[in-house]
């Protein structure tokens, strides 16, 4: 079928481009992972793409309840939940609330999660209005309230002085303003205003929040609860949707609430919680193991193992004076290098020295500001991380030289 939007073709041009120079939908070669490394064309190189953040992935005890869960409830349970739930389900959802301290429900992936929940909290007379770099997954749920008549402003990144004069203006025509954004962004990895953010809750009684922390999730909080409910815990108009994959490695999702009414609601009303498939058994298993590790003091020790290593690759950009607008705080760095082909080079220039990153272009970015995307796990060493932050500073220099335009203006600081 010919692609015909000026949108699609966009998208297949950028993505037929990383294909065909090896950045895009790369499959590994390994025959078993130890989450440092992965096989690519034959060769061992170091991966700074990944997001299990906590490495908990290769600990034994997830995979032990992997295959517990698998010996004694088999490979998947297929009935949904409006029927029936698996038996590990009501273990994992008791202990997702000790570990958040909100009304818990699971779901298949944070994306089902979105579609389940906003809907339903959501009505005809409220507004929304949406960060620009919230992930695709709440975009796309928001695009299917406008289609039922909710309108939808998306709004500059982070810019709170705008969101209160919007959330002044639309009040006075909608009955509830709803703010939608991520609490880590996915891929320049900067924090959102989390503690302001309330502050705004607390000034406008029609104003609630809405969360996706799903790369805040493990790595920080009292019991790895998350980056939003650690610096605001669950409170009356705001909803926290978070990842039971990426740092806490195991599989689905979980919707956190207020108070029970919310809950039922959406468990009640929720379209995938009853027209998609559950979490299955596996990934219940591990997600009861992880839950054990996150509410025993473990946890702490894991995050500042994470954290020492954030604060090395900070150090390490200022060393080797890496262009950088600010340092992380969070385990997702960007080098924000302006057009997609410069950003292309500097990914195959580390990938031949052993270094896998991300090449960060269009939609996930606006189109002038390509770049790397790196993450850091425990799975890597000090000295990995000093031997990529090296080779960044080796080859930018090289790959800006020979961009279009040959101009170091090129490398825009985030």
Not at 182 to 194: C, E, H, K, N, Q
């Amino acid at each position: 079928m010919e692609i015909q939007s000026n949108w699609l073709t966009s998208i297949d041009r950028i993505v037929d481009m990383g294909l065909s120079h090896g950045l895009a939908q790369r499959t590994t070669e390994d025959e078993a992972f130890n989450g440092r490394t992965i096989c690519l064309n034959g060769r061992h190189v170091l991966n700074f793409a990944l997001c299990s953040y906590l490495g908990l992935e290769q600990d034994f005890r997830l995979k032990r309840g992997t295959i517990d869960a698998v010996t004694r409830y088999g490979t998947q349970f297929a009935i949904s939940r409006a029927y029936m739930s698996a038996t590990p389900y009501m273990e994992l959802e008791a202990q997702l609330e000790e570990l958040f301290g909100g009304h818990v429900l699971a779901t298949p992936t944070t994306t089902l999660g979105h579609i389940a929940a906003l809907p339903v909290l959501i009505q005809k007379g409220d507004a929304i209005i949406i960060d620009q770099m919230a992930h695709n997954s709440m975009q796309t749920a928001a695009k299917l309230l406008q289609a039922e008549g909710v309108p939808v402003e998306t709004l500059l990144h982070c810019n709170l002085e705008l969101l209160e004069e919007r959330i002044i203006a639309l009040g006075k025509r909608y009955r509830h303003i709803w703010y939608l954004t991520d609490g880590i962004y996915s891929m320049f990895g900067d924090l959102a205003p989390v503690k302001e953010l309330g502050t705004l809750l607390n000034r406008y009684e029609q104003l609630h929040l809405y969360f996706d922390d799903a790369h805040g999730m493990s790595w920080i909080g009292k019991h790895g609860r998350g980056y939003v409910l650690d610096c605001l815990p669950i409170q009356e108009r705001m909803v926290v949707a978070t990842s039971l994959c990426k740092a806490y490695a195991a599989g689905g999702g979980a919707l956190i609430f207020p108070n029970a009414q919310m809950h039922r609601h959406v468990k009640n009303c929720g379209g995938p919680m009853i027209f998609s498939g559950p979490i299955q058994p596996p990934m219940l298993g591990a997600a009861l193991a992880s839950a054990r590790i996150h509410l025993s003091p473990e946890i702490d020790c894991l995050q500042q193992e994470l954290q020492d290593r954030i604060a090395l690759c900070n150090r390490l950009l200022q060393v080797y004076e890496i262009p950088v607008g600010c340092s992380s705080q969070s385990p997702i760095f960007y080098i924000k290098l302006g057009l997609p082909d410069i950003a292309g080079d500097m990914v195959k220039s580390l990938l031949d020295e052993g270094f896998y990153t991300n090449h960060a272009v269009y939609p996930a970015v606006s189109r002038r500001k390509s770049g790397i995307r790196f993450t850091l796990t425990r799975h890597l060493s000090f000295e990995d991380i000093h031997g990529l932050i090296a080779a960044i500073a080796r080859n930018l220099p090289k790959v800006l030289e020979t961009g279009p335009g040959k101009k170091m203006e090129k490398c825009i600081p985030l």
